[in-house]
């Protein structure tokens, strides 16, 4: 899937597949989460939301829209454990 860079303190690249609804989300941390049946709206949301605040509030939009919503898979496991917690169940 092809991922758009963005601006963000805590994740690299977002993806989007219209035909699949699937999310990916590559972190700065090299993990890669795919989330199913989003939405293309929470996709538009959670891309407009990057870059507007580079603070510990960079995943606010995620955590309120998509973590714990949609069924996910874990592409790549991350390097480094940075987001682990915010992942984490």
Not at 34 to 48: I, K, R, S, W
Not at 55 to 83: A, C, M, W
């Amino acid at each position: 899937m092809d991922r758009e860079i963005v601006i963000s303190v805590s994740v690299r690249a977002i993806g989007y597949d219209k035909e699949t609804c699937t999310l990916e989300i590559e972190f700065c941390d090299s993990s890669i989460y795919q989330f199913f049946e989003v939405p293309e709206e929470v996709y538009t949301g959670f891309l407009a939301s990057m870059g507007l605040n580079l603070e510990k509030t960079d995943l606010k939009y995620f955590s309120k829209h998509i973590k714990g919503q949609y069924k996910q898979k874990t592409v790549r496991r991350p390097r480094l454990n940075l987001f682990k917690s915010i992942l984490d169940n």
